[in-house]
């Protein structure tokens, strides 16, 4: 089964600075990912899927497949950027499989 | 139009009631999930229903039942309610394959 590590659990920047959040996952084949992002008190929220490549508010999130890897990046954080993100994976069992959500980071921009 | 709706957002109620917790969805997906966050903001899956079929039904108690009386809709039933049952509950849907998933709001749930 498919695993999923997100390191920090709280990641703490100042507005303007650079973040990468960390994501880390076990399968080895050709693994299809996605970030999801959590403001306070809302729902989950669909940021990245990484077969689109595609640029979100600023983040990116480009797969390496050698280190197994999937960081979320944005080269400057504004205040609005705090919420819960969560990397995840799709774990193939059954007909469907499901994403798999890793614990989360919380991150906190500060003015 | 919401996507994919839950209702009630919010439930109190005291140890040992039975609730429900009812989702739909109107993007025409063929999978619906239940996912519980607990406290932590852990998520994990509970249900996977495809075509009102059970796909996944991960290591929860059976005191939890989920129904799909058509593809739009999953609902999720708890009898015996236990303090630990507290959590928020988020329902989603999806097409499958690539796609991610469009989840709901949420119903927040505390056991008194």
């Known amino acids: 089964a498919q695993r999923v590590t997100q390191p920090e659990k709280l990641l703490s920047v100042f507005k303007g600075a650079p973040v990468e959040l960390k994501c880390n996952y076990s399968?080895?084949?050709?693994?299809?990912l996605f970030w999801y992002v959590q403001y306070s008190r809302q729902r989950l929220q669909l940021l990245l899927r990484?077969?689109s490549r595609e640029s979100i508010k600023g983040f990116t999130a480009d797969l390496n497949k050698g280190e197994t890897s999937f960081h979320l990046k944005k080269p400057f954080a504004q205040e609005e950027d705090s919420a819960m993100y969560y990397c995840?994976?799709?774990?193939?069992?059954?007909?469907?499989?499901?994403?798999?959500f890793g614990k989360g980071t919380k991150l906190s921009v500060k003015p | 139009d919401t996507a994919v709706s839950q209702t009630p957002k919010y439930l109190v109620t005291q140890m040992g009631n039975d609730k429900s917790i009812k989702c739909e969805q109107n993007?025409?997906?063929?999978?619906m999930y239940w996912y519980k966050q607990d406290s932590k903001k852990f998520l994990k899956i509970m249900f996977s229903?495809?075509?009102?079929?059970?796909?996944i039904n991960e290591t929860v108690p059976n005191r939890f039942s989920p129904k799909s009386p058509d593809k739009a809709h999953l609902n999720l039933h708890i009898n015996s309610l236990e303090l630990g049952d507290s959590a928020v509950y988020f329902c989603?849907?999806?097409?499958?394959?690539?796609?991610?998933?469009?989840f709901g709001s949420g119903t927040r749930l505390t056991v008194v």
């Open positions: 989603a849907s999806s097409t499958g394959g690539a796609n991610g998933y469009t």
């Open positions: 399968y080895s084949g050709s693994p299809e």
């Open positions: 990484h077969i």
């Open positions: 995840a994976p799709k774990n193939y069992g059954g007909s469907q499989g499901n994403l798999i």
């Open positions: 993007l025409g997906h063929d999978t």
């Open positions: 229903y495809n075509n009102k079929e059970l796909i």
